[in-house]
C-alpha cells in the first residue's frame, strides 16, 4: 500500500501519528525499539507546521507484522525557509489482521485543518 497524505497549519503544536485498524495499544515500533501506541510521522517533532507525508506498507498480510517506511516533509510558505524533513521505519506488530482502517491523529487536542487529504494506493491482497 502507498498512502500520501497532505495537511496545513494545524491549530497548534503536536505529534502526527499513523495508527491502523483504531489501534491504540502499544503496538508500534521504530528502530528505537520502544512500544508506541502510533507511529509518529515526524519522529518526535512537536510541530504546529503543515506536512506532506509519503507511506510505504511493505505488506499488507494477516498473518505477519506490517513494516512501514515514512517520509515527511513540512510545509512551508517561503522560499527563504529551510525545509525540514523526516524519514522513518516503522512497524505494526499485528499478526491478526489486514490493515482496514488509517488515521491521522494529534498527540493532543490540536486539530487539523478541514482541506486535510489521505490519498491510499494499493491493492487487496
Known sequence: L???????AKSGASNDFLRFNNDSA???TTTTGQSQTG??????????????SVIEIVNN???I??????????????????????ELFACWVNTDAFI???DLVSSNTETYPINATMLIL???E
Do not use: E, Q
Open 2 to 8: 502507498r498512502v500520501l497524505i497532505s495537511w496545513g
Open 61 to 63: 498480510l494477516s498473518t
Open 65 to 86: 507484522v506490517k513494516p512501514v517506511y515514512i517520509h515527511t516533509i513540512n510545509r512551508i510558505t517561503s522560499a527563504a525557509t529551510a525545509i525540514s524533513s523526516y
Open 100 to 102: 482496514t482502517r488509517i
Open 122 to 124: 494499493g491493492n487487496k
Open 39 to 52: 507511529i509518529d510521522l515526524r519522529n518526535a517533532a512537536n510541530s504546529a507546521l503543515g506536512g506532506f
Open 26 to 28: 502499544g503496538n508500534y
